[in-house]
Structure formats: C-alpha cells, structure tokens
C-alpha cells in the first residue's frame, strides 16, 4: 500500500474487555514502531520491531500490554483488561531499515480508543 | 529536564511572516532530528529532518541544527493560515526510537 494503514479506525470498549488494534506497515519496510498519544499530550514510545531481531518493549507501561508482529509485516497490539487511563491515539510507524541515520518514520493514520 | 523539549506556545503569527519554532535536547549522542507536522485529531507528517550541523532548506521550511548547543530549530517563511498546527520536534536515538517534545502550537492569523 502506499502508506501506514492502521484498524480499527476508531475503538469504543468498556473496562475490563480486552482490545487488538492492528497494523500495515509500508511495504518493505523492516521497521515498526506503536507509540501512545493520549489527550493534549506528546508521543509516548511503546515497542519497536526491527526484522527478526527481538523487540524493543522498554515503553509498555504494564503487563496488560503486548504486541506481535507476524511475518515481518502486520502487527498487532493487544490490551488486556483495559482501564480507563488507556484512553488515546495508538499511533503505528514504520521505516526502511530501523536503525541508521537517515531511517525515517513514517505514521499511520492512528487509532482512537476509548475505555468507558 | 525532559529529553526533548519545546515551548507549547500556542506561537501566534500573522499571516506572511516568519514562524520559529524551537527545540532542545539533552542526549548529546543523538544523531538524527525531525520536525512532524501534526494537525488537530490526525496523525504526525513528516515536515523536515537535517542530520548534519547547519540549514536544511526545504520550500518555506528551513532546518536549522546546532550539535554543539544541542538545539534544533524549524523556520517556516511566509506564513499561510494552513500552516496553523503543533509542530513535534523528534530526536532519534541509536536504538531507532523517537523522542518526542510536547509539540508547540502555532497559529497563524489571516
């Protein structure tokens, strides 16, 4: 595809349910990336995918949160037992190669989710 | 003291003047900057990214990046309504991750 594609678009859940939020990276690219952005707030990085290598989780704020990445291409991030504080924009990245100075990341369009 | 940081603003401007949004960063290591332009309720556009000290010229946009004094800079020249959105400075870190600032608020006024 020609760019990031993430779903679903838009989430509305109630506590305690489990989400999967889900992402295509651009086509080749080795690199992936979900980050967090809740309401009036910064970019929060959460987990970071490179090829075969083992990810980057350093950003999980709990158990609650995982992700995969089947094949090298889509990903999925799952939240578990979802509280109201997981209320944001899930925002998915990717990029060519992951590391190296000029990678650069490109977004997809994010999903909102909201936990009643 | 924040990895990244940058003034919130909002940083208002008339429209056809110079816009300059300003950002500094505290791993002195880092090698790679971004500026994302991120309109209400949609996601990060990548703007400009400059890896090497000095000015980046890209259309109304320039870069401006000073390794020494750890300080990024995105001057936007002429001004358009359009342009009105938080500006997010990023620093990339050896791992590949991006740091983000807080994003600065600019509007730009007919």
């Known amino acids: 595809g020609a760019g990031v594609s993430q779903s679903p678009s838009n989430k509305v859940t109630e506590k305690g349910k489990d989400v999967e939020l889900r992402c295509d990276p651009i086509?080749?690219?080795?690199?992936l990336y979900w980050y967090r952005q809740s309401l009036g707030q910064g970019l929060e990085f959460l987990i970071y995918?490179?090829?075969?290598?083992?990810p980057d989780k350093s950003g999980l704020p709990s158990d609650r949160f995982s992700a995969e990445r089947t094949g090298g291409s889509v990903s999925t991030l799952t939240i578990q037992r979802t509280q109201q504080e997981d209320s944001a924009v899930y925002l998915c990245?990717?990029?060519?190669w992951g590391q190296g100075v000029t990678d650069t990341q490109y977004f997809g369009p994010g999903t909102r989710l909201t936990v009643l | 003291q924040k990895e990244v940081e940058q003034n919130s603003g909002p940083l208002s401007v008339p429209e056809g003047a110079i816009a300059s949004l300003n950002c500094t960063y505290s791993?002195?290591?880092?090698?790679?900057f971004f500026w994302y332009r991120q309109y209400s309720g949609k996601s990060p556009e990548l703007i400009m990214s400059i890896y090497s000290n000095g000015d980046k010229e890209d259309g109304r946009f320039t870069a401006q990046l000073n390794k020494a004094s750890q300080y990024v800079s995105l001057l936007i020249r002429d001004s358009q309504p359009s342009d009105s959105a938080t500006y997010l400075c990023?620093?990339?870190?050896?791992?590949?991750?991006?740091?983000f600032g807080q994003g600065t608020t600019l509007q730009v006024k007919p």
């Open positions: 086509s080749g690219h080795t690199a």
């Open positions: 990023a620093v990339k870190r050896n791992t590949g991750k991006l740091i």
């Open positions: 990245a990717s990029s060519l």
């Open positions: 995918f490179q090829g075969n290598s083992a």
């Open positions: 791993d002195r290591g880092s090698q790679s």
